[in-house]
């Protein structure tokens, strides 16, 4: 219980990591075309919430899953594409680009705010056992 803030830090900077990740995953795939026959690169969505303890409430956040968009995408007139279809119409993900990094900023921002706590939590126990002495 001493060092619980390191460890609610450290917990959430994982999932901003994990989510970090995710968006980079999906700008990446956002111009991925496939035919019409296939799914559409499916975006990615990290799920997370608190960390599930029966003696300790309280003790962080976790990675709880995964959830992905619809294979669908989107269908866009392409005639002169390689994969497009006899109709000329090729899949694109349905991935809107601002969204995710409007996202992007939010979960790096949150990141940084766990690294921020996490140095301000090292540095008080590092100054606890300076004093003890």
């Known amino acids: 219980m001493l060092f619980s803030g390191l460890g609610i830090a450290a917990s959430g900077m994982s999932v901003y ?20 026959s296939e799914p559409a690169f499916r975006e ?25 968009g619809d294979a669908e995408g989107r269908l866009i ?3 002169a594409h390689p994969l497009a279809d006899a109709n000329g119409y090729v899949r694109y993900p349905d ?4 969204t995710q990094m409007s996202s ?3 979960a790096q921002r949150a990141y940084q705010m766990n690294v921020s706590v ?3 939590a090292r540095d008080a126990y590092q100054r606890i056992l300076e004093i003890g002495r």
Do not use: C
């Not at 991935?95 to 601002?98: M, T």
């Open 17 to 36: 990591k994990t989510w970090i990740d995710a968006l980079a995953d999906n700008v990446a795939n956002i111009n991925n075309v496939t035919t019409t």
């Open 44 to 68: 990615r969505f990290v799920i997370a919430g608190a960390k599930q303890y029966t003696d300790e409430p309280g003790t962080g956040a976790e990675v709880q899953g995964v959830a992905f």
């Open 77 to 79: 007139y392409e005639p």
């Open 95 to 98: 991935i809107d680009l601002s």
């Open 104 to 106: 992007l900023l939010i």
């Open 118 to 120: 996490f140095e301000r």
